[in-house]
């Protein structure tokens, strides 16, 4: 059964740090481009940062020099370690992993930046 769990969500003042995690199970990690999602109220889900089986990574222009991708394969995890946080980066993080025509999806974990 193919799985992602996301954690490390929750409430931060704006400047603060986060670490999201995601933790895969059931399918050949290294092999997957895993990327971070992210989905305000009321917007589109959009893409945060990517980064793929050999390790280049992607992101957004409102995230680059404040959020960092990175992945462990010996632990089957993708982090999103997040910086200087604002409230317009509010939002519920999604984990994606991503080979070919296989996709998949965590549940979401929300982060919420407010003083």
């Known amino acids: 059964q193919e799985q992602l769990v996301e954690s490390g969500g929750g409430l931060v003042q704006p400047g603060g740090s986060l670490r999201l995690s995601c933790a895969a199970s059931?399918?050949?990690?290294?092999?997957?481009?895993m990327g971070w999602y992210r989905q305000a109220p009321g917007k589109q889900r959009e893409l945060v940062a990517s980064?793929?089986?050999?390790?280049?990574?992607n992101s957004v222009d409102s995230v680059k020099g404040r959020f960092t991708i990175s992945r462990d394969n010996a632990k089957n995890t993708v982090y999103l370690q997040m910086n200087s946080l604002k409230p317009e980066d509010t939002a519920v993080y999604y984990c994606?992993?991503?080979?070919?025509?296989?996709?998949?999806w965590g549940q979401g974990t929300r982060v919420t930046v407010s003083s």
């Open positions: 059931g399918i050949t990690f290294h092999i997957y481009t």
């Open positions: 994606n992993a991503y080979f070919r025509s296989l996709a998949y």
């Open positions: 980064i793929s089986s050999g390790g280049t990574t």
